[in-house]
């Protein structure tokens, strides 16, 4: 089947522009994260979402940075007025709900990433 | 505060050598631990998820180990299949959501 698809996998752009990346989960998996992995370093969360649930936006960097989520299914993660230390992989995971009891976190399946580029 | 250190940053190997990569975390309770497996230009692959001190999982060449402060990723007579990053991450029992990742171990395998 098919898994987690991102695009675009490549996006250079230049300083003060606007990015929009694009996140495709996995069919009937309700949670979604966003993450960024800078050169050499783990990665950071940024969003969540489960479900019709509020998001946890308590990663996002910045105010430029803003996500959302459409029918529960596609997401789009949108940069503004971009600066050169955005420059980053931007990954995407869906997993099932959370379960109860011990099994309470389902494991994640993450995209290939965008490479974003801030000339 | 919570938080991830993996060591060494980056571990060279022979084909056959067995190793443990390590990592130590610092968390407010804990739900779960997790390892996975990078390569170049792709996603983090799913590995183990452990959960209590004193459990073990296998998969493979690989077998995880979990204390009450660290977490070990042991590889037995490794192949060059096996050279990637390795990730460990937790979830704290403060948080539904939030997965706090290490930096990675860089693992090459040389035949």
């Known amino acids: 089947g098919a898994g987690v698809s991102q695009s675009p996998s490549n996006k250079v752009t230049e300083k003060g522009k606007d990015v929009e990346l694009r996140c495709d989960p996995i069919?009937?998996?309700?949670?979604l994260y966003w993450y960024r992995q800078s050169l050499g370093q783990g990665l950071e969360f940024l969003i969540y979402f489960q479900g019709n649930s509020a998001p946890d936006k308590s990663g996002l960097p910045s105010d430029r940075f803003s996500a959302e989520r459409t029918g529960g299914s596609v997401s789009t993660l949108t940069i503004q007025r971009t600066q050169q230390e955005d420059s980053a992989v931007y990954l995407c995971?869906?997993?099932?709900?959370?379960?109860?009891?011990?099994?309470?976190?389902?494991?994640?399946?993450f995209g290939p990433g965008t490479r974003l580029t801030v000339l | 505060e919570d938080q991830v250190t993996q060591s060494p940053e980056a571990l060279r190997l022979q084909e056959g050598e067995s190793s443990s990569l390590n990592c130590s975390y610092t968390?407010?309770?804990?739900?779960?631990l997790f390892w996975y497996r990078q390569d170049p230009g792709k996603g983090p692959e799913f590995l183990f998820t452990l959960y209590s001190a004193g459990e073990e999982k296998e998969k493979e060449r690989l077998k995880a180990t979990l204390t009450k402060k660290e977490s070990f990723l042991h590889i037995t007579a490794p192949k060059p299949e096996d050279s990637a990053t390795y990730l460990c991450?937790?979830?704290?029992?403060?948080?539904?959501?939030?997965?706090?990742f290490g930096s990675g171990t860089r693992l090459s395998i040389r035949p």
């Open positions: 069919s009937g998996h309700t949670a």
């Open positions: 991450a937790v979830q704290p029992y403060s948080s539904a959501s939030k997965i706090i």
């Open positions: 995971a869906s997993s099932l709900k959370e379960a109860s009891g011990r099994a309470f976190y389902n494991e994640q399946f």
């Open positions: 968390v407010s309770g804990l739900r779960g």
